[in-house]
Structure formats: C-alpha cells, structure tokens
C-alpha cells in the first residue's frame, strides 16, 4: 500500500555525522506513524525513532537519545533521521516503516517496509 525508499546510507569513521531520508509514496492517506528500525547480522530489528505524521510527536531508543533526530516533511511525504555522533553500535542496516496503528515503538504493528539502507561505522 506504501511504498518507501530510504537513501542516505554510507561508511563514516566514528564521530562522523549521516543524513538518512525516506521518501513514501502510493496509499498513504491512512499512516499514523513512521519510523526508523535497524538491524545488525544475527541480531533482532531493534526501534530506533518515530514520528506521527499529523502531530510531529517523536520517540527515540535510549541508545541513540540525543545523538539521532528524526523529522518529517508533510508536504513532500519524507521523513528524515539526522544521526551525530556516530558509535561502532550503530552499524546496521537501517529500515524506514509506515504504520497505521498508534503504537510506533512496535515493530510488529508497523505495515510497509522500505528495503534498508547501510550504515557502517568504523572505530
């Protein structure tokens, strides 16, 4: 129903800074919700951000409070995900996700997927 394409993605050396963005599309009217979730080999798809598309009320994991900022631009359907500060940690493959459901934090609950972008930190 929604389609999303994340780009942004890259390597940079710890400390470094990365934009990521994500662009929906198609069946949109019905999102409540969309967020960031990332995902290292071997390990579950953890929540990283979310933001409500309506409100622009923000949620952030513990692990990245105060380093990442999420965003959004209603009028061009985009959500972005400023990262500072960058951690070996937070190498991953990041997925942005649509909900129409009110419980952002949850992985389950999201209904459309992009297909991830790569982030690598280097130590």
């Known amino acids: 129903q929604v389609q999303l394409v994340e780009s942004g993605g890259g390597l940079v050396q710890a400390g470094g800074s990365l934009r990521l963005s994500c662009a929906a599309s198609g069946r949109t009217f019905s999102t409540y919700a969309m967020g960031w979730f990332r995902q290292a080999p071997g390990k579950e798809r953890e929540f990283v951000a979310s933001?409500?598309?309506?409100?622009?009320?923000?949620a952030y994991a513990d692990s990245v409070k105060g380093r990442f900022t999420i965003s959004r631009d209603n009028a061009k359907n985009t959500i972005f995900l400023q990262m500072n500060s960058l951690k070996p940690e937070d190498t991953a493959l990041y997925y942005c996700?649509?909900?129409?459901?009110?419980?952002?934090?949850?992985?389950?609950?999201?209904?459309?997927w992009g297909q991830g972008t790569q982030v690598t930190v280097s130590s």
């Open positions: 933001i409500t598309w309506s409100t622009g009320s923000t």
């Open positions: 996700a649509a909900t129409r459901h009110s419980w952002p934090k949850l992985a389950a609950f999201y209904d459309d």
